[in-house]
């Protein structure tokens, strides 16, 4: 006990007899050490340190949230995570941003809100997903900019493939889209009319075999044109 009441009479005696003992009494500028650059390098104190690394605007670490330009819609991570990557949002929040993982200049990791990483479907197909909790090369995807524009870019994946947004549109739709083209609708109506005139009871789906029953499947709009004229 008496061996730290030692110390810390010597330390009280140490602060008084120091020149700046009279600092709270003065209107005097406090001094101290920025650590910043010390213990973490942190571009905005010191830019010149990233002159030399291409894409220097996408760190580690960097949320980015990514909208169409085409349908002007978020990329989104269904449920934060665990689940499908879409296309479809009108504005974005937490499941519409995306952390990255650098790998290289080019090359990235999308980390989700949950923490899971972006990656193609393992079982194939045309969707990506948002499931694992580490990254492999199917969670590796390239980011190529814009010459023109750095801002706008296209996103590679790992099978050669750029993502898009997969669209679709109405039959009854006079202006589709591209690739889509429109008098669908017509061409339609003629098939449902042939068969009928032929005695044809239905449509096979091209990717069953042919049974004893023809299943037709169509959206609810096609469904209520046709029973409403009676093809069937």
């Keep these: ?54 894409n220097k605007d996408l760190l580690d670490g960097t949320q980015v949230q990514l909208l169409s330009t085409k349908f002007q819609t978020y990329l989104s991570a269904e449920n934060g995570g665990g689940d499908v990557i879409v296309a479809n949002r009108g504005s974005a929040s937490g499941w519409e941003t995306f952390r990255l993982w650098r790998v290289n200049d080019s090359s990235f990791n999308f980390r989700v809100f949950n923490k899971q990483f972006v990656g193609l479907n393992n079982q194939g197909g045309n969707k990506i997903f948002a499931v694992l909790d580490s990254p492999s090369n199917q969670e590796t995807f390239q980011i190529i900019r814009n010459n023109d524009d750095p801002l706008k870019i296209r996103i590679k994946a790992s099978n050669g493939l750029f993502l898009q947004k997969m669209i679709s549109y109405s039959s009854q ?60």
């Excluded at 690739?179 to 009871?201: C, E, I, R």
């Design 1 to 54: 006990m008496e061996y730290r009441n030692y110390y810390f009479y010597f330390l009280l005696a140490l602060c008084l007899s120091c020149p700046y003992s009279n600092l709270f009494a003065q209107d005097l500028p406090y001094k101290a050490v920025n650590l910043g650059n010390w213990l973490l390098t942190e571009g905005w104190m010191l830019p010149s340190l990233f002159d030399g690394i291409l």
């Design 173 to 232: 739709d006079t202006n589709p889209p591209k690739p889509f083209v429109g008098g669908s609708l017509a061409a339609l109506d003629n098939a449902f009319t042939w068969a009928q005139n032929h005695g044809m009871k239905g449509t096979r789906d091209g990717y069953l075999e042919w049974g004893d029953s023809y299943f037709i499947h169509t959206s609810d709009s096609l469904c209520h044109r046709i029973l409403g004229e009676k093809i069937w």
